[in-house]
């Protein structure tokens, strides 16, 4: 069991513009960076947001030891389906994420 | 306005990363002794949805915004520097701008203040949008909805992102305070400082970086942030007592509400960050240099637009019934098949002539489909959501369906339940649903193209 939540510091999610949520990791430290950069791609972010693999961005930064995913929103931002105005809540799913689970 | 000698800085005084959530007396007090360049805020943004713009009305109560505004028409007459807003009332409408025009004004007479206003509006009339589609100067980002003129006709406002170069036109005019429609949030921050010839790149990302006020310290409620913005980068001081700027707090900014930590585009060109070093000056304030601001061939503005897709009613009842609960996504399921055959029945809708959704709040209402984790709650509320065509249709589905959401066996050998509304009327009208309906850019030969400046004198005098 090792939940991405409990690995790292924090796991945060915004919208980036109506069309675009932006979710990012704080690892906290290096060994945390290196789990989560070496193990969560964007194919189980893809996965657990039911996306399309091809359009999430993802980034790598050592110096705040962070990894951050972008993609657009699975729902516009104020659709009539659209359930989390903020796109805030959507990182709790990343955060419950089980890296062995796969 | 004067250029910038090697030693000259420009200094921006942030109070808040937006008008009407309040900042700290004393941290502005301080900032306002430090002797601002000109003060800086933001008014709005899409981050609340799309009503806002729909509308053209203000997510901020209006006392709230005044007190708040008052507040910093005080030190702007104290300091004697120009005072800006970017993105007035939320959306930036042109309603919006008259809406603080109107608070400035009665702000000037009860403080006895002569005030000289640049109102900058950034409403596009339709018109010109789709003039704009039309010579292929409206451009899609990615994900864009589909755009025609018909789609823009629907518009209820469409507004265009000033950048620096309109706001600096603003200042040009020599005004004490800076009305702005949409504009970039970082545009407020950064236009002064490249009108005075400071390193573009260092003006924008410390625009990006002071634009949500102390979000870039360690203690982000504090609000008040200090800019100062030079010929080779920046440097940022929290102005609240107990607030620190750290290289990590502040390279950590970039990532906020950012789809790309790196890059960031703007009117005119976009700023890259990949290199940008951040050092600590003392325990409060960063230094950072190696930003680039680099040109674009075609200068645009990012369109956003918003229409009325449809009208809402919505009906809760919460579940508290053991078995009911245990149950609740059968039960609405079964419920909803039956209600869809009442409203084509009694009321001859079919299927795509509205949407009806139960949301079992408790289980999955912010997930919906995505949920990976069970759950197993003491009760469930049920919203249901009607989207449909008039607000009499969502109304009236409303009506239709309130006996059954309150009533609605699991089985049919059932003593009939009643569930728990918790309030008279059982539904709620929400009026008018708006939606999104641009991520497009507009290409212009002349910045000034499409927007407008106005200048008045409010106040006393």
């Known amino acids: 069991m090792a939940k991405v939540g409990d690995t790292v510091f924090k796991v945060r999610s915004k919208n980036a513009g109506p069309f675009w949520v932006t979710i990012d990791i704080f690892c906290g430290g290096t060994d945390a960076f290196e789990t989560i950069a070496g193990r969560l791609t964007s194919e189980d972010v893809a996965r657990l947001f039911d996306q399309p693999s091809q359009t999430i961005k993802r980034f790598e930064i050592p110096d705040l030891n962070v990894v951050k995913f972008s993609l657009p929103r699975p729902v516009v931002q104020g659709d009539r389906f659209d359930r989390d105005m903020h796109g805030a809540q959507w990182a709790v799913l990343l955060a419950e994420y089980d890296l062995d689970a796969r | 306005m004067q250029s910038n000698t090697s030693n000259q800085t420009t200094r921006v005084l942030v109070p808040t990363g937006a008008l009407g959530i309040s900042f700290a007396a004393p941290a502005f007090a301080r900032g306002v002794e430090s002797k601002p360049d000109v003060i800086c805020v933001d008014g709005g943004s899409t981050d609340s949805g799309p009503y806002y713009l729909g509308t053209g009305t203000s997510k901020y109560s209006r006392a709230v915004t005044k007190a708040e505004w008052r507040e910093l028409m005080i030190a702007r007459d104290k300091a ?131 634009e949500c006020g102390a979000l870039c310290s360690t203690d982000p409620t504090s609000g008040v942030i200090l800019l100062d913005i030079d010929r080779e980068g920046f440097t940022v001081e929290p102005m609240a007592d107990d607030a620190n700027c750290t290289p990590h707090s502040v390279s950590a900014h970039m990532l906020y509400e950012n789809s790309d930590p790196f890059i960031l585009y703007e009117p005119g060109g976009h700023l890259d960050v990949t290199e940008a070093k951040y050092v600590s000056l003392d325990a409060r304030r960063v230094r950072v240099t190696g930003s680039q601001w680099v040109p674009s061939d075609r200068y645009t503005v990012k369109l956003e637009g918003a229409r009325i897709g449809g009208y809402q009613t919505t009906i809760m009842a919460v579940l508290r019934d053991e078995r009911y609960v245990a149950n609740a996504r059968e039960w609405t399921e079964k419920l909803h098949r039956f209600v869809c055959r009442e409203i084509e029945s009694r009321m001859r809708l079919a299927a795509e002539d509205y949407d009806l959704e139960f949301r079992l709040i408790g289980v999955d209402s912010v997930l919906g489909a995505l949920e990976t984790k069970p759950s197993n709650p003491a009760e469930v509320g049920v919203l249901g959501v009607i989207t449909a065509s008039s607000a009499e249709i969502a109304s009236e589905i409303g009506k239709l369906i309130n006996p059954y959401v309150l009533h609605y066996p699991l089985t049919r050998d059932e003593e009939l339940p009643t569930f728990a509304f918790p309030y008279s009327p059982a539904q709620s009208e929400r009026g008018a649903l708006y939606e999104f309906c641009l991520n497009h850019v507009m290409t212009l030969d002349d910045p000034m193209e499409a927007f407008r400046l106005e200048v008045v004198e409010v106040g006393h005098g």
């Open chain 2, 80 to 210: 004697q520097v120009p005072l800006v807003i970017g993105t007035c009332g939320t959306c930036g409408a042109d309603a919006s701008v008259d809406w603080m025009l109107s608070i400035t004004r009665e702000i000037a007479e009860e403080l006895g203040q002569t005030v000289k206003v640049a109102a900058l509006y950034s409403s596009q009339p339709i018109e010109r949008v789709q003039g704009a589609l039309k010579a292929g100067r409206v451009t899609p980002l990615v994900p864009a909805p589909e755009v025609s003129e018909e789609s823009l006709a629907e518009c209820t406002n469409i507004v265009a992102l000033a950048g620096a170069e309109q706001i600096g036109a603003a200042l040009d005019t020599g005004a004490d305070i800076v009305l702005a429609g949409r504009a970039t949030d970082t545009a407020i921050v950064s236009a002064l400082s490249l009108r005075r010839g400071d390193h573009a790149g260092a003006a924008w990302h410390g625009a990006k970086i002071a």
